[in-house]
């Protein structure tokens, strides 16, 4: 059933964004009086899964799930359709229209990618408010088990303070972004403020290690369940353990610390069941371990307990426009950061690419309409993007092209538009093969 989920969503938020790219060019084509002979949803190579024709267009779903299209009179495109464009211009063909309509018509789709993302952002602000937890609650710092943020200096129990100047004012899924593509992030450890430069390569050393979580909050040793032959009956289900040994056990990192130094003994634990502290004994294993599962308590139990405190900021309608558009900024200027990291060979970025798998792999085992429509959003602005960029076959290699006319008063030839498409789809069946091997090196390498 997980993985059902998890192909739903995955499906759902393609889908979605790839009908919507389309009809941001398919709307100023027909406004423009430009005839759109196709609008699918996947690629019909050889035949179509469903199609209807509804006036002079084509409507349909392909079998091939890598994006969609929408075939244009008289454009060159994928389709190369030298037969078309061998024959008389038509007044109905895009090759006759001014360069103006035709470059509002390229931009339509990405210029739509934009205006969605900045739209879910402002949905989710006034539907969904901010959750967070303030850095200036985070007393204890932060757990560090990932080995690439260990080995660049971090520790469990660092506060981080800012990055790269910019104070951080709380705990988010944002922050690990922004320390993976810092220089400098500024920590306080026991009291004295450290500088901790990032490598340049810090996400080639991210790849090559066992993937782990970053940055997390530090949780307590809450028992899940006592497994099938383990000694320590004694425990039950939702005891937290606050001491072992004499030793404080605040988190369940300080607790493995103090059973890895008392394999194969029999030690005092002080517990907290039913909101009362009790002492029991426990056996430790040869291993360091108690034979029981590891449970999680829900962040209002946290709260009720002292862990954290969680706040909370609702915003009206009118409050959430300018929230929504932050946040769409912010992750806008992230991904385009993103990106030169990629470009640049030094960082060892571009070993990190990934395709169909990564983009799948970040949808979560269960239905949560929040996460669906906050990663929707940031693959609605990667979607934008990458469109922008100016390669031949791409939306920003028709907009190179289109400028180039604007600004010189020269249209390039047909058949120089028609190398350049080739030349482009190449490319960008390169650059497919490699994301998505990146995919299967992975899953071989385990990382």
Not at 17 to 45: N, S
Not at 230 to 251: E, V
Not at 292 to 316: C, D, N, P, R, T
Request: charged share 20%; aromatic share 10%.
């Amino acid at each position: 059933m997980d993985i059902v989920i998890k192909l739903s969503q995955f499906l759902l938020s393609l889908s979605l964004l790839i009908i919507l790219h389309e009809l941001g060019h398919f709307i100023p084509a027909k406004l423009f009086k430009t005839r759109v002979e196709k609008f699918y949803l996947f690629f019909d190579v050889k035949y179509s899964l469903i199609k209807k024709k509804i006036g002079e267009t084509e409507y349909g779903i392909g079998w091939l799930p890598l994006g969609g299209y929408v075939k244009i009179s008289g454009m060159i495109d994928e389709s190369m359709d030298k037969e078309q464009m061998a024959l008389p211009p038509q007044p109905w063909e895009f090759r006759s229209k001014p360069a103006w309509q035709r470059l509002i018509i390229m931009l339509g789709g990405v210029t739509v990618n934009f205006i969605l993302a900045f739209i879910i952002y402002i949905g989710m602000a006034f539907a969904y408010g901010d959750t967070y937890i303030a850095n200036a609650d985070l007393k204890d710092g932060l757990l560090v088990e990932n080995k690439a943020m260990q080995n660049v200096g971090f520790q469990t129990g660092d506060h981080i303070v800012s990055v790269d100047g910019e104070k951080i004012v709380k705990f988010d899924n944002d922050l690990t972004m922004k320390v993976i593509m810092a220089k400098k992030v500024l920590i306080v450890r026991n009291g004295t403020e450290q500088a901790i430069k990032m490598p340049n390569d810090f996400v080639d050393q991210l790849s090559k290690h066992e993937k782990s979580v970053l940055l997390d909050i530090r949780m307590p040793f809450v028992v899940g369940a006592v497994t099938p032959g383990s000694k320590n009956t004694a425990l039950q289900p939702k005891d937290i353990i606050l001491a072992l040994n004499g030793q404080p056990t605040k988190y369940f990192d300080q607790a493995k610390v103090v059973l890895e130094s008392n394999k194969n003994k029999t030690i005092a634990a002080t517990i907290l069941r039913d909101e009362k502290e009790i002492k029991v004994p426990v056996m430790v294993t040869n291993d360091g371990k108690l034979g029981i599962g590891v449970g999680q308590l829900s962040m209002a139990l946290l709260e009720k307990l002292g862990y954290y405190k969680v706040s909370k900021q609702e915003f009206s309608l009118m409050e959430s426009i300018p929230v929504g558009i932050t946040r769409g900024k912010d992750q806008l200027v992230g991904y385009g950061k993103q990106l030169k990291m990629i470009f640049s060979p030094s960082t060892g970025a571009y070993k990190s690419v990934g395709g169909f798998k990564a983009i799948f792999d970040i949808f979560p085992n269960t239905w949560s309409w929040q996460v669906f429509w906050n990663i929707t959003a940031l693959l609605s602005i990667m979607l934008g993007v990458m469109n922008l960029l100016p390669i031949p076959a791409l939306d920003g290699g028709h907009v190179m092209f289109l400028l180039y006319e604007i600004i010189s008063g020269k249209k390039p030839s047909d058949k120089f538009l028609e190398n350049a498409q080739m030349v482009g789809f190449v490319l960008l069946i390169t650059l497919l093969l490699f994301a998505n091997g990146n995919d299967i090196y992975k899953a071989i390498v385990g990382k």
